[in-house]
């Protein structure tokens, strides 16, 4: 099976810290996504990335970043992290064009 | 863009009983995929079943079937039999079947399925 596996499950922080949350596959996939999941809102794409060293903007790309340094590994990176950034944010992960994706377990983020 | 519907916030069963969560999709695209995910307290989003726009036939995983009306625009799921295990936040989402490397999920906010013993 597929483990997409997200170092945190809960994380506290507070305003203007540097924030990194991270994420690893161990299918070799080439794709990985973040999101964030707000009530009311579903799911949003924050970036995602298509190879190493890859990376393209999602829907709401503000105020975050990210780094693939390696392909079983995407960071997201909250440079200053603000009250609004509070949210649940899912991994995922895929192989190629036509192969659903595979979500980790989420980390919930709160910024006091 | 892509957008994703899902009319109903919350739904509810009893068990042993059938459901159908609706959800429907705007696309100017004539090939792409459609997806339910299911995701329970545990917080893991989980996929259902998938369809493949060029494929008439609708598809069916177990207790999970889904009817695809192209025509339409829409994509609805049906719970056959529902089980305690089935309550969860479900969520329908699409993706474009395109080549390049637009592999991203458009997704609706969601139906949380209550089961009633």
């Known amino acids: 099976d597929v483990k997409v596996t997200q170092s945190s499950r809960y994380l506290v922080k507070r305003t203007g810290e540097k924030v990194f949350l991270e994420c690893v596959q161990d299918m070799d996939h080439e794709n990985m996504f973040w999101y964030r999941q707000d009530p009311g809102l579903g799911l949003r794409l924050i970036y995602f990335?298509?190879?190493?060293?890859?990376?393209e903007k999602g829907d709401i790309p503000e105020g975050y970043s990210v780094s693939r340094e390696k392909k079983e590994r995407f960071s997201l990176i909250l440079e200053s992290a603000s009250t609004n950034q509070t949210s649940m944010y899912l991994c995922?992960?895929?192989?190629?064009?036509?192969?659903?994706?595979?979500f980790g377990d989420g980390t919930r983020l709160s910024i006091l | 863009a892509q957008t994703v519907t899902q009319s109903q916030p919350e739904m509810s069963v009893q068990e042993a009983e059938t459901v159908t969560l609706s959800c429907t999709y705007d696309t100017s695209e004539s090939d792409y995929y459609l997806f339910w995910y299911k995701q329970p307290p545990s917080r893991q989003m989980i996929l259902v079943i998938r369809?493949?726009?060029?494929?008439?036939q609708n598809a069916t995983e177990n207790r999970f079937s889904v009817n695809f009306q192209k025509a339409a625009k829409s994509f609805s799921l049906k719970i056959s039999d529902s089980q305690l295990g089935d309550a969860a936040m479900y969520f329908c989402a699409y993706r474009t079947a395109d080549g390049g490397s637009n592999y991203k999920l458009t997704f609706g906010k969601g139906t949380l399925l209550t089961v009633n013993p």
């Open positions: 995922a992960s895929s192989q190629g064009q036509h192969r659903p994706q595979h």
């Open positions: 990335s298509y190879d190493v060293k890859m990376k």
């Open positions: 369809q493949e726009a060029y494929k008439q």
